[in-house]
């Protein structure tokens, strides 16, 4: 029972990689709070798994500042909530881009600046980005620019509010809501063309990541960290 005491808060916890925290942190002893746009969503998550639930949109500062309003307090915070778009450099004039550092820098900045208040000195914020923070393509290219800047905000993070520690978990493929979009079959190919690309033949689940994101919590040696979560995907080039 490592987080037994410990209060868990996991932005964006009603699905995917989130909920894969909150179910590993709950296993753990921990309070636990899952997070979605909608009250309905959330509630219908904490039902689920037997925890808190609450209500935010990481776009709407005064929904993040009034969550944090009603919270005591925080020991851990996930943040796997945010926005992300695909957009070439290319196509995309310079009063068009700021939406895609919105949607997830921005917005992680936000919750990570309210929660000041209730976060625990002795906890921690655990952050999300991706495989594409390290790569380069012509067709994701602010998807690559959010990512890596999420990662930098981590490390400033982890200066500017130690002891409070920051850590980021890059993820490859994760099967999640983020794919709903898909069809069965289009799912299923994608599935199996990034399994081919691990290196351990295996797709990494929602409770993976929860996995490492509750090592990170509880192991106080690691601050400023970016963590490859992704079968070693990483070490191939992209394709
Ligand atoms: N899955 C992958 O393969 C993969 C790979 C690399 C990186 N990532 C990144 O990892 C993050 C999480 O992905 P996931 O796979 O866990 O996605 P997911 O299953 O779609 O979960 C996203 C969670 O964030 C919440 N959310 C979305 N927009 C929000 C907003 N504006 N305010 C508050 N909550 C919001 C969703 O709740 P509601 O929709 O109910 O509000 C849900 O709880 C994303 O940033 C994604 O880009 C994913």
Not at 45 to 55: D, K, N, R, S, V
Not at 85 to 104: C, E, L, N, W, Y
Not at 167 to 193: C, H, M, Q
Not at 199 to 218: F, K
Request: aromatic fraction near 6%; include cysteine; charge should be negative.
């Amino acid at each position: 029972m490592r987080l037994k005491g410990s209060t868990v808060l996991c932005v964006g916890g009603s699905s995917g990689m989130g909920r894969g925290v909150a179910e590993v942190a709950l296993a753990e002893g921990a309070e636990v709070i899952v997070t979605s746009r909608t009250l309905e969503k959330a509630q219908k998550t904490a039902q689920e798994l037997g925890c808190h639930a609450e209500a935010i949109d990481v776009a709407d500062d005064e929904s993040v500042q009034q969550l944090f309003a009603r919270l005591d307090k925080v020991t851990h915070m996930m943040i796997t909530a945010g926005a992300i778009g695909r957009s070439a450099f290319d196509d995309t004039p310079p009063d068009q881009a700021p939406v895609f550092m919105d949607g997830k820098l921005w917005a992680t900045h936000r919750c990570i600046w309210y929660s000041r208040s209730v976060m625990d000195q002795q906890g921690s914020i655990t952050l999300i980005t991706g495989g594409y923070a390290q790569w380069a393509t012509p067709d994701a290219a602010h998807v690559h620019v959010a990512f890596a800047a999420t990662e930098a905000l981590a490390r400033t993070v982890a200066v500017s509010l130690a002891p409070i520690r920051c850590n980021v978990i890059r993820p490859g493929f994760v099967d999640s809501a983020l794919w709903d979009y898909l069809d069965d079959g289009d799912r299923t190919a994608l599935k199996n063309e990034e399994r081919e690309q691990t290196l351990t033949g295996e797709l990494v689940s929602p409770q993976d990541i929860g996995d490492v994101a509750v090592a990170l919590m509880t192991t106080r040696a690691v601050t400023g960290a970016v963590i490859p979560v992704d079968g070693g995907r990483h070490l191939k080039p992209i394709s």
